[in-house]
């Protein structure tokens, strides 16, 4: 081919590059709308105007709202940055670290945290002073380090009222 072939060629192919480069992209979350059945997002990619009803695709059975500032994967079907649709987001100011291979967490921006340890076992850490509402305990068994309680009352020590739901034929374990 000619150098003016070549040309004529990159020209013809610019369009079909640009939009190939346009289908993926990076943003920031600027805004978020959790009350249809889809979450809708206003994104901002790169330094452009704001894009907004961006479709947020959540796995099933899991659902958040991401804060503002968060970062997000966006895919442009077909290059069309007319129907953004978001597939992946995360807040690295939040996001815990050093976790195991095969580890798994659902986290807070609070620091309360749900650990699936590789293990087996389970770790729960609520926010300073806040509390953890088991709902039911089954066969299972129930550990904790400091302060369990269960059933219904009046703590004796700070007065306040507590409540804890739960199967009294489940195994209690309190370490102090």
Same mark, same amino acid.
């Given at each position: 081919m000619t150098e003016e072939e070549l040309d004529d060629l990159e020209i013809l192919l610019r369009p079909i590059v640009n939009q190939i480069a346009n289908v993926v992209a990076r943003a920031v979350i600027k805004r978020t709308d959790d009350s249809a059945a889809l979450q809708k997002l206003q994104i901002s990619v790169l330094e452009s105007?704001?894009?907004?009803?961006?479709?947020?695709?959540?796995?099933?059975?899991?659902?958040?709202?991401? !804060?503002? %500032?968060? =970062?997000?994967? &966006?895919?442009?079907?077909? $290059?069309?940055?007319?129907?953004?649709?978001?597939?992946?987001?995360?807040?690295?100011?939040?996001?815990?670290?050093? !976790?195991? %291979?095969? =580890?798994?967490? &659902?986290?807070?921006?609070? $620091?309360?945290?749900?650990?699936?340890?590789d293990d087996g076992s389970i770790g729960l850490r609520p926010k300073a002073g806040k509390t953890i509402d088991i709902l039911e305990v089954g066969a299972g068994s129930l550990g904790a380090t400091d302060e369990v309680v269960h059933g219904t009352g009046i703590d004796p020590f700070t007065g306040a009222t507590y409540k804890a739901l739960g199967s009294t034929s489940g195994k209690l374990r309190a370490e102090k």
């Open positions: 105007e704001p894009i907004d009803d961006a479709e947020h695709f959540q796995q099933y059975g899991f659902s958040s709202v991401p !804060l503002t %500032g968060a =970062e997000a994967v &966006v895919v442009f079907p077909g $290059g069309d940055h007319a129907h953004p649709l978001v597939v992946a987001i995360d807040d690295r100011r939040h996001r815990p670290t050093g !976790l195991k %291979g095969g =580890e798994v967490t &659902v986290y807070h921006q609070s $620091g309360s945290f749900i650990l699936l340890r």
